[in-house]
């Protein structure tokens, strides 16, 4: 990570949540820009190049679901060299930072184009913007708008007692490429996980159901890292992270999620066929 980068951590996301849950979904106009000050916040005076090429983000102009909203972050080939960091903002979330990631020497220094995917929710009508930071200390932003409302106080999941049987439960997927010389591969982690944000009422009780949430995913490739994620209430109910890293002829990845219960959950992939 750049030794200049005031980066978003867990802290400054419970901090934003403290402060803007009192408003409630409706507690911001539809007009207002909170980049400028979500920018400071985050980045400090760092500057960002915007619309350059390297990053690009796609997401639903009009979200079928805004408490499933899938989000695909794209790194151009010509993005040369190690990333060094990406950070998830959805700007009128009451939680904007909705994952940083730190990226480490498995996750590969290009050659192809590199992807992050997952799936998040969005409150209201906002901007979703990705920041990443290349190999020389730049950070270049895309930027998206996603019309969807109520996705952080949407029902919880009906069997509440179901999800929290399995709770945890991790399947880690490394996908084959269809050429081996290919220097990057796939990879998904699903996780089951409520991942509750304190958001959402209990149809029985009318009460809020406690926040518990993934805060934390490490992936590892031998003794190396592919990327660490540390995740706020954005992050969708059973959390599921489709990436690319670097294709080596050792490909087995080691998953280690942790809860705000700090309770930890471990797994390892299995191979997949591309076909699959």
Known sequence: MHAQQPIARSGLILAVVAALLPL???????DDDLWPSLQRDVFGSRPIVENDGIVQLDAPERAEDAAIVPITVRV??????QLKSMVLIIDKNPAPVAATFTFGPAAGEGGGER????????D????????????????????????????????APKDADGDLADIGKTIV?????????????????MIKHPNTNGMQMDPMSRGY???????????????????????????????NFRFTYANTAENALDVTSVDTDDTKFTARSRKVAVSQ
Do not use: W
């Open 24 to 30: 409630g979904a409706g507690g911001v106009a539809a």
């Open 173 to 189: 997927k490394s996908f084959d490429p269809a050429l081996p010389a290919t220097p990057l591969r796939e990879a998904q982690i």
């Open 124 to 155: 209201t009508y906002s901007y979703v913007h990705a920041v990443v930071e290349t190999a020389d200390g730049t950070l270049h932003m895309a930027k998206a708008f996603v019309k969807a409302s109520g996705g952080c106080s949407a029902p």
């Open 209 to 239: 159901i406690p926040a518990r949430f993934i805060k934390d995913v490490t992936v590892m490739r031998g003794n190396d890292l592919v990327f660490r994620a540390e995740t706020g209430i954005s992050i969708t109910a059973n959390p």
């Open 115 to 122: 992807r992050m995917s997952t799936r998040v929710r969005v």
């Open 76 to 81: 151009s080939p010509s993005a040369k060299g």
